[in-house]
Each structure stands twice: as C-alpha cells, then as structure tokens.
C-alpha cells in the first residue's frame, strides 16, 4: 500500500446522519415568508427551540442549530412558524432523490430503535461523570484554551491525543454492540456498516444513540474544536456520523489511505487486546491537492491506547495499519458543519489549513518579494540624472 503517493480509496458520503420521516417533498406554502433568508453571523445569545418530538424529514438537531441563523423578527414567532420557515430554506438545497435516500434510512433507523432491546440502557443518555475520565471533565468545564492545552499531546500539527473514556464505558459500549450485533445476527435484520471501506463495525446513530453522541459532540468536542479547528467548521459543528470500526485478523485487517467525510474526526480506541494497528497521518489537504506529495515533518505513526482519543481535521490524510493479532474496536465520530460546507461553496483559499495551499501561498510570497528586492536594487544601482 502506498501512503506516500496517491490516496488508494476515498471514503464514500455514508448515510445522512440524521433525517426525518415527513412527507414534505413540495416546499410548504409559506406566504409572506417565501423569500427566507438566513443571517450570516449566528445569534449565540438565542437559546432555540427544541424539535426532537417531530417527525421531520430533517434532524431535529438542525433546526436548533439553525435557529441561531434566524432573522431577528424570526426569534419571536411561534415554534411551528419558525419551522415552516426553516423548512423551506432546507428543501430548497435538498434534491428529492437524496430526502428519499434519507427517508428510508430513517425508516430504517426508526424500526431497529422499535424492536432491539438495549443491553445497557445508561448508555443512551449522557452521564459524563460515568463516560469520561476527571481529566477531560475538568478540561471541559474550566472551558479554557489553557485547560485543553493542559490535557492535550500534540504529536503533529493538527493532530491532538488526550485521555477520554473510562475503562469502564469502553467495556460497556463493547458488549453493546456485540450484543447489537447478536440481535441482527439471530434477526436477520439488515445491517448497515459504517463506509464503503469496512467490512465489519456498526454504526451506533441507528440503534439508538444518536441523541447521546449528539450531546457528547456539542457540549464536549465542539469546544475543543472550537479552539483547534476554528478554520474549518470547529466552532459550527451541527451533526454527526457514529460509528465503531472493529479490526483483527477475523475482521476488517487495515484502512487504506483516505480523508473523511468530517470537519473534525474523533477516534477513540475501546479496547481490547490488540497489536499493530497503528494510524499513519499525512498532512492535511484540499480537494485540489488531496493527491500531493507528503513532507517530512507531516508524517507521523501513532499508536492506539484504549480510552485515549485522538481528535484532527477530517481532511488530515490518514489510514490504519494491520491488526495483526487480537482484537481493536475504536469508536469514530465523523463531526460536520453545514455552515463550513455552505461558505466552502465560495471561498477559493484553503491556505489556513491546506498544507500545500499554504506551501504555494508562502513560496508566491516569497517570489514577490525577490522581485521587489530586485526591483529595488535595479533602482538603486541605475545612474541618478
Ligand atoms: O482504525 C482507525 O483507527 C481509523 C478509522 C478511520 O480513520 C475511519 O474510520 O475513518
Ligand atoms: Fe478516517
């Protein structure tokens, strides 16, 4: 496998991560309100509605999320009013095959929720103080550039490793999903993996713990990531994609090179007894130079630590080395924000976090001001009149 040259395999969109079951395919009729706009800067003082009691063919997270992006008259109206309006700026960017797609994927989601029986029911609400380590907790509500900083290892640029998950909650998701996979197993139901590149793994958003791995992406990662990853959608993280990866030699045995379908990715290793493994990172690059050479100083190995995450852009080109024995499940979210996505469309200068669009900006500054020093010293050596 080459890691230094070409990206073997892109990882494909996976399913929307969250969706509805409306039949709204015809954007309402929303009279004087038609020409909905949203505004550019969010209103952080707003504190929204919750929608997660519809049935929406949207997420009930979105909504809230945008809500902030209202117009000021729009803060005061009636929940259902600010929905319609909402809905008609979402249907207008959502082609029908794709509210189709999503549709029936959470038709999908919506009958395995109804009919598997959860082993560890504590895991499907956030309890921090039982999930994670005092270290992160502390980091977390001191909510400080220097807290984070304090708990953090950043062995590459961009790439951050901190200890996060008790033993105890890896153990408990473990047998979770193995006993999410007994259910499909003896059902026969339809499994839906995580990407186009695994084989194995599970992901969580179906059976049931979305609205926990929504909260853990809002109130713990969003603020690291607002501090880290403010360039690419850090501070504006709106959903999420996931899933656990499981690796061994009865198993998927290794991850190709590739680039996410994130803003920002967290990996957690959950254990169990595993060796190789390891994550090969290679800088972080646009779409235009996703294929570009690998510097020196971009490269680096990491090896997993169960209950240790490792938090990087999802454009941070990277794969995982052979399991070669034992066995290695890593909880992955794939965070993304539709505001990034959205300003993506027009913005043409990824140098703030392209490694080669920053190596091209550098070296035409550089070239700009040999020419002006060339200029200059032409001026000065011409003979003065
Ligand atoms: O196996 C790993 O730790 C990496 C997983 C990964 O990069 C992914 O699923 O996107
Ligand atoms: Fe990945």
Not at 17 to 31: A, E
Request: net charge positive.
């Amino acid at each position: 496998m080459s890691v230094d040259g070409s990206l073997e395999r892109r990882k494909q969109p996976p399913p929307a991560p969250s969706t509805g079951n409306g039949n709204g395919v015809v954007p309402p009729n929303l009279g004087h309100y038609s020409a909905n706009r949203l505004r550019l800067n969010p209103n952080k003082d707003h504190k929204p509605d919750s929608y997660e009691d519809l049935q929406l063919e949207f997420s009930p997270f979105l909504f809230s999320s945008l809500e902030q992006y209202l117009p000021p008259s729009m803060l005061r109206v009636s929940r259902d009013i600010k929905l319609q309006y909402m809905k008609h700026i979402l249907l207008r960017y959502s082609p029908e095959g794709e509210r189709l797609r999503v549709q029936r994927h959470r038709e999908y989601r919506q009958k395995i929720i109804a009919n598997y029986k959860p082993l560890h029911k504590e895991l499907f609400t956030m309890h921090a103080e039982n999930f994670f380590v005092p270290s992160f907790l502390k980091a977390i509500k001191d909510d400080k550039e220097g807290g984070f900083r304090s708990i953090m290892f950043q062995p590459s640029p961009g790439v951050y490793t901190f200890e996060m998950l008790q033993p105890n909650f890896c153990e408990m998701l473990l047998s979770e999903v193995e006993s999410f996979e007994r259910w499909v197993h003896h059902t026969k139901y339809r499994i839906m993996r995580p990407n186009t590149m695994n084989k194995y793994g599970a992901v969580l958003d179906d059976f049931g713990l979305e609205t926990m791995l929504n909260k853990l992406m809002l109130d713990f990662i969003r603020p690291i990531s607002e501090v880290f990853f403010p360039e690419v959608g850090g501070a504006t993280l709106d959903s999420h994609h996931g899933f656990v990866v499981e690796y061994g030699t009865d198993r998927d045995v290794e991850l190709g090179f590739h680039v996410d379908d994130s803003e920002v990715t967290l990996n957690v290793c959950l254990g169990k007894q595993f060796s190789g493994g390891e994550l090969f990172f290679r800088g972080v690059r646009c779409d235009k130079h996703v294929n570009t050479e690998t510097q020196s100083e971009e490269m680096l190995d990491y090896s997993h630590v169960p209950g240790r995450a490792v938090l990087h852009r999802g454009r941070h080109r990277h794969g995982a080395r052979a399991t070669t024995s034992g066995r290695r499940v890593n909880l992955l979210m794939w965070c993304r924000s539709a505001v990034f996505r959205e300003l993506r469309k027009y913005q043409k200068d990824c140098s703030s976090w392209c490694g080669e669009c920053q190596r091209e900006k550098k070296e035409r500054q550089r070239q700009a001001v040999a020419a002006t020093k060339m200029e200059l010293l032409k001026r000065d050596g011409k003979p003065t009149a």
